[in-house]
C-alpha cells in the first residue's frame, strides 16, 4: 500500500521559511515523478513544483519561482519543499503527489499524502 506523509508545516510569519517533507513508502521511489500541490480555502488545488525521478530535472508553477525549491533524496524515499520568503497567500495545505507519469496537473496524480498545514502570518 503506498503512503505518502508530509511533515514540516506550521505557523510563519511573512518573509520566513519552511521546509516541508514527504515520506514514501509502497512504491518504487526512484521510478516516480513526484510533486506537491497546495489548496487554499475556497480554492482549487494548485499544481506547486516537481521534480524528475532523478531530480535533474524540477519545474516550479509561477507564483513560486525563486523562493521555493523541490528536491529529493532516492536513497531515503523522501521529497522535500525549501520555501523561502513566504508570503500570506502561500497559505493552504500542502500535498505530496506521487505519479508513474506526470504530476503536472491533479489528473495525473496516481498517489496523494493527506496534507500539512502552511499558515504564512502578515
Known amino acids: 500500500q503506498v503512503q505518502l506523509v508530509e511533515s514540516g508545516g506550521g505557523l510563519v510569519q511573512a518573509g520566513g521559511s519552511l521546509r516541508l517533507s514527504c515520506a514514501a513508502s509502497?512504491?518504487?521511489?526512484?521510478?516516480?515523478?513526484m510533486g506537491w500541490f497546495r489548496q487554499a480555502p475556497g480554492k482549487e488545488r494548485e499544481f506547486v513544483a516537481d521534480i524528475s525521478v532523478s531530480g535533474r530535472r524540477t519545474w516550479n508553477a509561477d507564483s513560486v519561482k525563486g523562493r521555493f525549491t523541490i528536491s529529493r533524496d532516492n536513497t531515503k524515499n523522501t521529497v522535500y519543499l525549501q520555501m523561502n520568503s513566504l508570503k500570506p497567500e502561500d497559505t493552504a495545505v500542502y500535498y505530496c503527489?506521487?505519479?508513474?507519469?506526470?504530476?503536472?496537473?491533479?489528473?495525473?496524480?496516481?498517489?496523494w499524502g493527506k496534507g500539512t498545514l502552511v499558515t504564512v502570518s502578515s
Open positions: 503527489a506521487a505519479s508513474y507519469g506526470s504530476v503536472s496537473s491533479p489528473s495525473g496524480v496516481d498517489n
Open positions: 509502497g512504491l518504487t521511489f526512484s521510478s516516480y515523478t
